[in-house]
């Protein structure tokens, strides 16, 4: 018998995601939320160089000073603002939210939006309000339903532009309408802008930084280079939140990878971006063939991506998403039900098109040839 488990812990569970992709085996992957494609060769070559050449000891608790350095240019340096390099952006946002929260505070997370952003809140005991990106209006901002939200209990406020699941991106309209609210709620904005080098439209989606001083933004190499295993991620703030950060980030993890961390400084290299940019190149043909997939052959309601690598399209017709994802996986196609990623979400599923050409070839022909997908009219 084990000791009874922390009530932390009740009604969190593995991510409805986790549970699809565990019955997912010998399945074409439209499902989880990463690249599948090789990290930028400056880095793969640093990391060899590194493994030989180097001892591979802790970092600094907030990161490489060099990689620090590399992130803040990135971002467009700003007065008083620091980085915490951790363990994937994911650990970023555990550790800013642990550090600003108390029990009963809240904070504003999209509905739909990532897992992670209601379960981190409410592992701190504090509690995460939903703000409606209405299904009805493509995901877009509804800006009197979000302004209904904010009170004196608002401690910070998640943003995540270009977003998972949705693939809308937040205008700088959006952004300077919540940094107004949030200022005035003494509310922090978290701007997790990691899907933000992936982007359709020609031209970068706006950031949060651009315009406004005082929010913390959250992002890494996971996606931009394909690099989800390497586990770097940081956020970039006020010094003030940064230091408190870090001191969580001592407790959580002591520091990231060293060696990820020295391999990672690659990418901001003439080399990496360029590997970059030709990633979102490729995802964008991507988006390209989904697209027209659905437009012409499935004839069925989507909203085209403007950013990120996932398309949300409409189920409804066919039942609960949970249901038609399951169903789907007869098919062998994998997909995520829209009602994992929160209420807004039901009635579409997320496909990821972030796959190697020849899986996503595979997947959508397997989806033409579900007469239960697609149903011959
Ligand atoms: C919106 C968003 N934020 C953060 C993450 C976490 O990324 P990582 O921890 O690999 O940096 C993900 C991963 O899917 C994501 O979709």
Known sequence: MFPR????????????????????????????????FFAPLAVRNEARRVIDQEKIQYSPNAGLAELQ??????????????????????????????ALVDPGEEVLVPNPGFVAYATIVRLAGAVAVPYRLPARNDFRLDHDHMAGLFSDRTKAVILNTPSNPTGQVLTEDDLEFITRLADSHGALVISDEIYREIYYGGHKPPGVLEGHSGAVVISGVSKMASMTGWRIGWAYG??????????MHQYTSSCASSLSQKAALSVFSEDGMRE????????????????????????????????????????????????????????????????????EGEGFLRISFASEPETLEQGLERLRRSDYFCRRQ
Do not use: W
């Not at 590399?70 to 939210?97: K, M, P, W």
């Not at 006020?238 to 870090?246: M, S």
């Not at 996932?310 to 189920?315: A, F, K, N, S, T």
């Open 5 to 36: 488990f922390s009530h932390r812990l009740d009604n969190i569970q593995l991510s409805m995601i986790r549970q699809i992709m565990q019955k997912a085996e010998g399945c074409s992957n439209l499902g989880i939320g990463e690249p599948d």
């Open 69 to 98: 350095h590399a992130v803040a240019s990135y971002h467009g340096r700003l007065a008083d603002y620091a980085v915490c390099i951790c363990n994937g952006s994911q650990e970023a946002l555990f550790d800013i939210i642990f």
């Open 238 to 247: 006020p010094r003030a939140v940064i230091e408190k950060t870090t001191v």
């Open 276 to 343: 970059v940019a030709g990633l979102r190149r490729q995802l964008a043909e991507n988006c390209s063939l989904v697209c027209s997939f659905l437009d012409s052959e499935l004839k069925r309601r989507f909203v085209r991506p403007q950013g990120a690598f996932y398309v949300m399209v409409d189920v409804s017709d066919l039942g609960e998403s949970l249901s038609v994802a399951l169903r789907l996986l007869r098919d062998q196609v994998a997909t995520i039900p829209g009602a994992a990623f929160g209420s």
